[in-house]
């Protein structure tokens, strides 16, 4: 092989390398999106929580985020009390989760890992669901049986 076809092969072989996709995990994804909030205290903080109550921003929820501030989270509003069941199908952040009842109070709580897609079920019908950094449940000392009050902005889903 002449020094030339070298040349023309290591080039060749640069090019393609540089054209590599990265893995799926590090592709960035869609912007996450852009949601009213409300302050609501859980335990003893207060929260900045994302309302999430229309259907497309339930499915989408918290996905493709790299951090969230501590005193941040999202609150899922459905519009009547139902056997609820989230997963962490494109989530990147580990999450503690709260199910909460119409009245506020809590039925059960989880803590989810990132990208995990197992299912984690509601013990109860929930009306809301709230997810906040993982860890942040332990920091506030709830517990199942707590009642939590529901900001006025997030106690109703918008009408399907």
Not at 129 to 145: D, H, P, S, W
């Amino acid at each position: 092989m002449t020094a030339a076809m070298r040349s023309l092969l290591t080039l060749l072989l640069l090019a393609v390398l540089g054209c590599e996709q990265p893995p799926a995990a590090t592709r960035p994804g869609p912007k996450p999106q852009s949601l009213p909030t409300t302050q609501m205290k859980i335990g003893d903080r207060i929260y900045t929580l994302e309302i999430a109550d229309e259907e497309q921003e339930r499915q989408t929820g918290l996905m493709h985020r790299d951090s969230m501030p501590a005193d941040h989270g999202m609150i899922f509003v459905f519009p009547a009390e139902q056997q609820l069941s989230f997963w962490m199908r494109n989530t990147r952040i580990p999450l503690d989760i709260l199910y909460l009842d119409r009245s506020g109070t809590i039925v059960s709580m989880h803590r989810m890992e990132p990208f995990d897609l197992r299912s984690t079920p509601s013990a109860r019908p929930a009306k809301y669901a709230i997810e906040l950094n993982a860890g942040q449940v332990a920091v506030n000392g709830v517990k199942r049986g707590d009642t939590l009050n529901i900001p006025l902005a997030a106690r109703d889903a918008k009408a399907p």
